[in-house]
């Protein structure tokens, strides 16, 4: 008589599945003050740029570099941080991303200058860079595998919870304290998170890393920075052709190609470049870099409209987020449902088609148009993007070994930063070229000193024409703005129409997950009764 077979043996332990919704909890609140923070400092830039003591008197280029130094550092370390979280522990990477995070928070709170501002938003992201990939490395080995598009879909959720919550708070604390108080903030936060993360996270690494790889870590970190700099450089100069961006750029492709050159030969390579042979891998990293190029591009742009164009005040134009966040906090925990449904292809092709339209969207958008269609878009992108990241984010995870989380995490942050960082260099250059054309046919009234600062962007132009008494160039100056930012958006719908495209062409019907790494375990979903989700 055949003997039934035993239950296979679940992957995590019953005590750790037992308390897995509130490690979820934990790893939320760290991913809301990493998310939070930018979202903050967007509201914060034009009270910064005022002149002491209400602000720093930064200008233009010191506000895209109190943003672009979190991102040059942010970007760079993210690989070598999610390796070393796979190695030496994703709980320990976390605890100290987030004291350094902390750290990096108050020094920035206390910042007199401009370059010491830049300075200790470096810092901000060296933390960060640890944070991000452990968050989602620890879901995936806290969540049985039938479990994790649900945690993913809240983890993605949480980061509309941030975009809602950061311009709100930053806002409200730029109307009744100094400036500094939007990075102070973000210090009790993450003590309540270090305790939580000491008394609940459980530990995990990859029980094989085996040897480390010094060269390919060294060139992944130098062809990032590299390329990420030569980008950041052209958006500001505005000039992609200048030796200031493209050599950093090409130096930087250079490394990485002399990087998986490196990887493809050694025994034990950092990264497995056979990952990006998987279509569900390769196709899903794509679409979350092409998605986010489009998003930052029109993002940096929002807050100018708001608040330059509209008049709405910093708290004001921060509520004027809430429809985005909301969208992306209702639907993206649902998100699975609709791919249990229709598949992960369709239903990625189908919300990045609605962030395609809320792009276009914008074009109707005026100096004077009603302010609930820009409410109306901001819901529309927030429901495309709920139907995006979640599914290609699970899709990225579930095609590596439970193992290698940490690398996975990172690479998937990696795309993600870099599609932003090149939509911010790209998009932006576009919009200052475009801006810089419409409104210099109206600067002959200014003195010719004044004429090519007052060309750079609409708070520039605002700024003289207030301190000139040339009332006359405040209309000029916010039309030449609504049509740059017309350009701009349509330029996002196309490459999101793109998007559409790599979405059905690449990514699977159904998420497959890899086999595990290490022999002889399994899904608790594969042969054992479930308990009851949380």
């Avoid at 993605?156 to 304290?177: D, K, R, S, Y």
């Avoid at 095609?399 to 998009?427: C, D, H, W, Y």
Wanted: charged share 10%; aromatic share 8%; hydrophobic share 55%.
């Amino acid at each position: 008589m055949a003997t039934a077979a035993a239950p296979a043996a679940p992957r995590i332990p019953e005590a750790i599945h037992r308390r897995r919704w509130a490690i979820l909890g934990t790893l939320v609140l760290a991913l809301l003050v990493v998310v939070l923070d930018n979202s903050i400092l967007n509201v914060a830039m034009k009270t910064i740029a005022s002149p002491a003591p209400t602000g720093l008197g930064a200008s233009q280029s010191d506000l895209e570099w109190a943003i672009n130094s979190y991102t040059l550092v942010f970007a760079g370390l993210l690989f070598t941080a999610g390796l070393l979280g796979d190695r030496i522990g994703r709980k320990w990477t976390l605890l100290g991303g987030m004291v350094v995070f902390g750290l990096g928070s108050l020094l920035s709170a206390m910042a007199s200058s401009p370059g010491e501002l830049i300075t200790y938003r470096a810092v901000m992201g060296l933390g960060g860079a640890f944070v991000m990939p452990a968050t989602l490395a620890i879901i995936m080995n806290v969540f049985e595998r039938h479990e994790q598009p649900k945690a993913i879909g809240i983890w993605a959720g949480a980061v509309g919870l941030a975009i809602a919550i950061g311009p709100i708070t930053g806002g409200a604390l730029i109307e009744h304290f100094w400036w500094g108080s939007v990075f102070l903030v973000n210090v009790p936060i993450v003590i309540a998170a270090l305790v939580a993360m000491t008394l609940l996270v459980p530990d995990s690494k990859d029980p094989m890393p085996g040897k480390l790889d010094p060269v390919g870590v060294l060139l992944s970190i130098i062809g990032l920075v590299a390329l990420i700099y030569g980008i950041i450089k052209g958006g500001e100069l505005a000039d992609f052709t200048a030796v200031a961006a493209w050599g950093p750029v090409l130096g930087g492709v250079v490394a990485l190609v002399l990087f998986v050159l490196h990887e493809r030969r050694t025994e034990h390579p950092a990264l497995d470049v056979t990952w990006f042979r998987k279509k569900q891998f390769s196709g899903s990293v794509a679409v979350v870099g092409l998605v986010f190029f489009a998003l930052m591009g029109v993002s940096f742009f929002g807050v100018f409209y708001t608040q330059s164009v509209r008049g709405y005040s910093a708290l004001q134009a921060g509520v004027l987020m809430l429809p985005l966040a909301a969208a992306q906090l209702v639907f993206a925990p649902r998100a699975r449902l609709v791919v249990d449904r229709f598949g992960v292809r369709a239903t990625c092709a189908g919300g990045m088609a609605l962030i395609s339209v809320a792009f276009l969207g914008y074009l109707l958008l005026g100096v004077h148009t009603s302010i609930w269609l820009l409410v109306g878009i901001g819901f529309l992108m927030g429901a495309g993007m709920a139907h995006v990241m979640p599914p290609v984010t699970v899709a990225i995870m579930g095609s590596l070994p439970r193992e290698k989380a940490g690398a996975g995490s990172a690479i998937n942050n990696t795309f993600r930063q870099v599609g932003g960082s090149l939509g911010v260099a790209v998009l932006g250059a576009v919009l200052s070229s475009v801006y810089r054309n419409g409104i210099s046919g109206q600067l002959a009234q200014l003195p010719a000193a004044l004429r090519d600062k007052a060309g750079e962007s609409l708070e520039a132009t605002l700024a003289i024409a207030g301190g000139t008494h040339q009332a006359g160039l405040v209309d000029p100056a916010k039309e030449a703005f609504v049509h740059a930012m017309h350009v701009v958006a349509g330029l996002s719908a196309g490459f999101t129409a793109i998007g559409v495209l790599l979405a059905l062409v690449l990514l699977p019907g159904k998420v497959v997950a890899a086999a595990p790494a290490a022999p002889g375990v399994q899904d608790r979903a594969a042969g054992e009764p479930q308990p009851a989700e949380a």
